[in-house]
T-cell receptor
Framework: GDSVTQMEGPVTLSEEACLTI???????????LFWYVQYPGEGLQLLLK?????DKGSNKGFEATYRKETTSFHLEKGSVQVSDSAVYFC???????????FGGGTRVLVKP | SAVISQKPSRDICQRGTSLTIQCQVD?????MFWYRQQPGQSLTLIAT?????????ESGFVIDKFPISRPNLTFSTLTVSNMSPEDSSIYLC?????????????FGPGTRLTVL
């Protein structure tokens, strides 16, 4: 079945550092890929998405490129802020249905 | 994107009791979903709530434990029945508009449940 693997946290960074969260997936066909973010005490928010190979999703300074050859969708930000402290979830939606399959989540802590 | 509210936002319940969680959306949506997020874990889909038909449950989840209602296109409830401490989780409602793999799902704020 479909699965998503993302790097374990916590990831601790200083403000203005670069952030990369690795995400790889296993799926049949051509899934859509998503990054969701969960700020402390809040629900999940969609951060960005990509629906086909080589698509780049971007939002709030974050980017991720759908790499079919490496089955990856790594999340990157060039300069993080304290307000980026959150848990980040990589997810996929398979071609066959509506179910979202989530990775385990990566907690990011940005220190001033 | 849809605005989704859930009630209650949190609750502490006794073992053996049941809790019904409500999910309200500000617009009509085709697909509604219920997820569970156990402490420190990722999200797992419990079921898809279809308006006018029975909910579709994922492997490991059964209707007797998690009955779901979907009376119209803007509302759904999830009941956690005969609760045990293992049911302590955040329960999240999610909605999608048209279905299909490119459709985005939006999430409610969640209901934090603690079972003593």
């Amino acid at each position: 079945g479909d699965s998503v693997t993302q790097m374990e946290g916590p990831v601790t960074l200083s403000e203005e550092a670069c952030l990369t969260i690795n995400c790889t997936y296993t799926a049949t066909g051509y899934p859509s890929l998503f990054w969701y973010v969960q700020y402390p005490g809040e629900g999940l928010q969609l951060l960005l998405k990509a629906t086909k190979a080589d698509d780049k999703g971007s939002n709030k300074g974050f980017e991720a490129t759908y790499r079919k050859e490496t089955t990856s969708f790594h999340l990157e930000k060039g300069s993080v802020q304290v307000s980026d402290s959150a848990v980040y979830f990589c997810a996929l939606r398979g071609a066959a249905g509506n179910k979202l399959t989530f990775g385990g989540g990566t907690r990011v802590l940005v220190k001033p | 994107s849809a605005v989704i509210s859930q009630k209650p936002s949190r609750d502490i319940c006794q073992r053996g009791t049941s809790l019904t969680i409500q999910c309200q959306v500000d617009s009509q949506v085709t697909m509604m979903f219920w997820y569970r997020q156990q402490p420190g874990q990722s999200l797992t889909l419990i079921a898809t709530a279809n308006q006018g038909s029975e909910a579709t449950y994922e492997s490991g989840f059964v209707i007797d434990k998690f009955p779901i209602s979907r009376p119209n296109l803007t509302f759904s409830t999830l009941t956690v029945s005969n609760m045990s401490p293992e049911d302590s989780s955040i329960y999240l409602c999610s909605v999608g508009s048209a279905g299909g793999r490119s459709d985005t799902q939006y999430f409610g704020p969640g209901t934090r449940l603690t079972v003593l």
